[in-house]
């Protein structure tokens, strides 16, 4: 069974900074995309980040040059360092991995969130 384990979310103040990390566990081949989506109250689930084995990055343009995407494969891990906190950042931030099992097969998965609140 694959699990994904957030964490790192916090309560900080606007223009504070804030890492989240995403651990992969369980038995499996390979991750190819791992991604940071958020949600906020009342709003539809939006991609912040995605990181493509290691070399491609995509941003939303609402974090560009504050937000930073890395990954660990070794660790199985992904990042996201998040600068310049603003209180519209305020959100549940989900990790996302599309994770290969041991026949080549691959499945979209999902953490469980980690909260992020910026107060003003």
């Known amino acids: 069974q694959v699990q994904l384990v957030e964490s790192g979310g916090d309560l ?3 223009g504070g900074s804030l890492r989240l990390s995403c651990a992969a566990s369980g038995t499996f081949s390979s ?3 791992m ?11 939006e991609l912040v980040a995605s990181i493509i084995s290691g070399v491609s990055t995509n941003y ?3 974090v560009k040059g504050r937000f930073t995407i890395s990954r660990d494969n070794a ?6 360092r998040m600068n310049s906190l603003k209180p519209e950042d305020t ?4 990790c996302n991995a599309y ?8 499945s979209n998965y999902w953490g469980q969130g980690t909260q992020v609140t910026v107060s003003s």
């Open 75 to 80: 660790k199985n891990t992904v990042y996201l």
């Open 12 to 14: 900080v103040q606007a």
């Open 60 to 62: 939303a343009d609402s």
């Open 35 to 45: 991604a940071w989506y958020r949600q906020a109250p009342g709003k539809q689930r």
């Open 31 to 33: 991750i190819n995309t």
């Open 91 to 94: 959100a549940v931030y989900y």
């Open 99 to 106: 994770i290969y099992n041991d026949r080549r097969y691959g």
